[in-house]
Every structure is written in structure tokens, then in C-alpha cells.
């Protein structure tokens, strides 16, 4: 089952300069993130693993949607925390 959650952030800057860094899914984008790497599967698709300062688990993401357009993007869970997308 699945549940959803939506996070919503109110900044007091340009959208288009939020999301030039948003929509970069090879970006560091948190600061706890302690290392990251990046895999390119035979399909195309990127997927981001990294580990968490003071943290040996490891997390990998992967990117399934982007738009522009829109200031959307979307990516799951693999690895990490499950059921999560």
C-alpha cells in the first residue's frame, strides 16, 4: 500500500534560480550527504548513491521524471528506506 506524502518549501528567491540547482540530480544537494556517486544504467536512467555523515548505510535513488516545464522532478527509493518514491 502505497501512502503519500507531499513537502512543500516557501523560499524568498527567484523559482527559476531554485530550481536551476533542484533539477541538477547529480547535485550535492544536502549537507549531510558525505559521498556520492553516480551510476548510468543500460536504459539511460541516473541513479545517485551516497552515504550520510556519521552514517555507513547506503542510499540510492534514481531519477524517473523531470520537467522543466513544470519545476517537476521525481525519483525513488532503491535502496535505503523502502517503499519510498
Known sequence: MYKKVKCKKTFDVDADFIWSHLKNFSNDWHPAVHKMTFETPHDG???RQFTIINDQKIYREQLTYIC????ELRYKMLEGIVDVE
Open 68 to 71: 522543466n516545464y513544470d519545476g
Open 45 to 47: 536512467s541516473l541513479i
